[in-house]
């Protein structure tokens, strides 16, 4: 399986302001996945990233609001642009290893916005 | 994409008593995979099925994958504290490279 050292843990934000989340995974991968899970709720996919080409984006989910990067195959950041209290929740980073090692998950960033 | 439903939602259980909880997909599934989050914790991969009919064990937990493979469940024997979290199940429809995260069953135990 992969590592994943995602950053920061958490964070409070004030409205308005836009926080960046980074995920460096310890080997190389093709795609890159961005979910969010709301406080008791499952996990929404977000985005796919994949290197060298712009996200593909989950039915809800923009790029205006949630501009991704992937420079390249090891590192992805997510923008949570323009923050209302609606975007308080945890977002969590993923990486398939193979095809029988299922997801692995960066430890997560809680953000609260205020 | 495909939906994946997950029952139930919460399961309190006494220590050493069973349960199981069940998940549905609405199309066919390529492969369905069992993830653990314990509170305050990211999610972790447990298993994954792939044949129609699969039964695959871990200790106390028993994966099945329905033989249409629609259909999952996850059966613990002999609940022990250590198993308190949320179970997602998650389905990947057979032209999908995308995951799709059952509710989650939510166990609480009892001591």
């Known amino acids: 399986s992969a590592v994943i050292s995602q950053k920061p843990s958490r964070d409070i934000c004030q409205r308005g302001t836009s926080l960046t989340i980074q995920c460096q995974v310890d080997?190389?991968?093709?795609?890159m996945f961005w979910y969010r899970q709301q406080p008791g709720q499952s996990l929404t996919l977000i985005a796919t990233?994949?290197?060298?080409?712009?996200?593909?984006?989950e039915s809800g989910f923009v790029i205006d609001k949630f501009p991704i990067s992937r420079p390249n195959l090891t590192f992805s950041t997510l923008t949570v642009s323009n923050m209302s209290p609606e975007d308080s929740s945890i977002y969590l980073c993923?990486?398939?290893?193979?095809?029988?090692?299922?997801?692995?998950f960066g430890s997560g960033t809680r953000l609260t916005v205020v | 994409g495909q939906q994946v439903m997950q029952i139930p939602q919460y399961q309190h259980v006494q220590e050493g008593e069973d349960f199981t909880t069940y998940c549905n997909s609405s199309?066919?599934?390529?492969?369905i995979q069992w993830y653990k989050q314990r509170p305050g914790g990211h999610p972790v991969f447990l298993i994954q099925?792939?044949?129609?009919?699969e039964v695959k064990k871990q200790k106390r937990l028993t994966f099945q994958f329905g033989e249409a493979k629609k259909n999952s469940s996850l059966h613990i024997t002999a609940t022990q504290t250590t198993d308190v979290g949320t179970y997602f199940c998650?389905?990947?429809?057979?032209?999908?490279?995308?995951?799709?995260f059952g509710a989650g069953t939510t166990v609480t135990v009892r001591a």
């Open positions: 199309t066919t599934l390529s492969n």
């Open positions: 993923s990486v398939e290893i193979g095809l029988h090692y299922g997801y692995t």
């Open positions: 080997s190389q991968v093709t795609m």
């Open positions: 998650a389905g990947k429809g057979s032209n999908d490279y995308k995951l799709s």
């Open positions: 099925l792939v044949k129609s009919g």
């Open positions: 990233a994949n290197q060298g080409s712009e996200a593909t984006y």
